[in-house]
C-alpha cells in the first residue's frame, strides 16, 4: 500500500504538509501503475513544468523549488518511474520503454486537465532527469516551450576505461539487474542523509549500457535543438559529469536563446543541498519568469 511505505520516509529538505500542498495520483501504461505529483497553482496557471527525477529519486523530492515555480504562475507535474519511487515495477531497474513511459504522462497531462495548447510548456530535470529530457527534447522538437537541465551529461567512459566497458556490456547479457560499482559515482552521505528511504541509490548494468547508448546519440543530435529554448546549469566539482563534453554538446545547440551557467564550488547533486540549491533556483527562476506572462 501507498501509504504503508510512506511511513517509512524519515524527512524532506524542507517540511511541507503534504496536503496541502500537492496531489497525488497514479496513471496506468504498460500494465503498471505510476505515482504521479501535480503542485497547483492558486489560480490558472501561466505555464506548467515538467519535472523528470534524477536517478533513483521520487518526483516529489524537490516539493521546495515547486512551490517557488508555483509563486510564478507555473503548476508542476512529476512522474515517478518505473521501479522508483513509488511506482510499480522491479525496484531500480533498467527500463527500455522509460522515455515511452514519460511521454505518455506528459502528453496525457494537458489532454486530460484541459489546458490550452498555447499555454507555455516546460521540461525540467537534475542529472539522469536532465538527460533524459534532453531526448524528449530531441524526440519532440515542437512541443516545449523551454528546458532547464541541470548537470544533464554523464561520463562513464573516461572513468570505465575499454576493458570494463567490454566486460559491462557482456555482464548486461546474462545480468542486467545487477549491480555495477563505479568508484565516485555514488552519491555522497551528505545526499543519501537528504534522502528518504524510498530513494535508489545503486546503478544497475542495463541502466549503465542504456545510458552510454543513449548519450552517444544525444551528443551527436544537439545539433537538432532548434526550436527550444535551453538553460543548462553545470556544477564543476562533478565525479558524475565531465563538464568540457556538456560544454561543447550546449555549443552544438542551433537556438540561439541557449544560456549556460557554472558554478565552480558545487556538487552535482546540487538541488539536494542545503547551501548550494538556492544559487540553482535564483538561476532557474530568473530565466523562467520573463518566459510566463
Not at 524537490?62 to 510564478?72: E, I, S, T, V
Not at 512541443?143 to 532547464?148: C, E, L, Y
Not at 566539482?237 to 537556438?255: G, V
Request: charged residues 25%; contains cysteine; glycine residues 8%.
Amino acid at each position: 500500500m501507498v501509504a504503508d511505505r510512506y511511513k517509512a520516509v524519515d524527512r524532506y529538505p524542507f517540511p511541507y504538509i503534504k496536503y496541502l500542498d500537492y496531489q497525488e495520483g497514479q496513471v496506468k501504461d504498460d500494465g503498471y501503475n505510476f505515482t504521479t505529483y501535480e503542485y497547483p497553482t492558486q489560480h490558472n496557471p501561466k505555464g506548467i513544468i515538467y519535472y523528470v527525477p534524477d536517478h533513483g529519486e521520487c518526483g516529489e523530492d524537490k516539493g521546495y523549488l515547486f512551490k517557488r515555480c508555483n509563486a510564478l504562475g507555473l503548476r508542476v507535474f512529476s512522474m515517478d518511474q518505473k521501479g522508483f519511487g513509488l511506482s510499480q515495477g522491479k525496484r531500480g531497474s533498467h527500463d527500455p520503454r522509460v522515455y515511452h513511459n514519460i511521454w505518455n504522462f506528459i502528453h496525457s497531462v494537458g489532454f486530460l486537465k484541459g489546458f490550452q495548447k498555447n499555454l507555455p510548456k516546460f521540461i525540467f530535470g537534475q542529472g539522469y532527469g536532465a538527460f533524459q529530457a534532453t531526448r524528449l527534447i530531441q524526440q519532440n522538437p515542437d512541443f516545449f516551450s523551454g528546458a532547464i537541465l541541470v548537470n544533464p551529461l554523464y561520463e562513464f567512459k573516461h572513468k570505465l576505461g575499454t576493458f570494463a566497458i567490454t566486460k559491462l556490456r557482456a555482464q548486461g547479457l546474462l545480468n542486467p539487474h545487477g549491480i555495477f560499482p563505479i568508484e565516485g559515482l555514488r552519491e555522497s552521505k551528505e545526499v543519501q542523509g537528504l534522502c528518504d528511504k524510498l530513494s535508489y541509490f545503486d546503478w544497475q548494468i542495463g541502466i549503465l549500457n542504456q545510458t552510454m547508448d543513449e548519450q552517444f546519440e544525444a551528443v551527436q543530435k544537439m545539433n537538432t535543438i532548434e526550436k527550444t529554448p535551453i538553460l543548462m546549469i553545470l556544477s564543476e566539482e562533478n565525479d558524475y559529469i565531465n563538464t568540457e563534453t556538456a560544454r561543447k554538446a550546449f555549443n552544438d545547440i542551433k537556438i540561439q536563446d541557449k544560456k549556460i551557467q557554472t558554478f565552480h564550488d558545487t556538487h552535482h547533486y546540487m538541488l539536494w543541498l542545503d547551501k548550494e540549491w538556492q544559487r540553482a533556483e535564483q538561476e532557474m527562476l530568473a530565466w523562467l519568469s520573463p518566459r510566463v506572462k
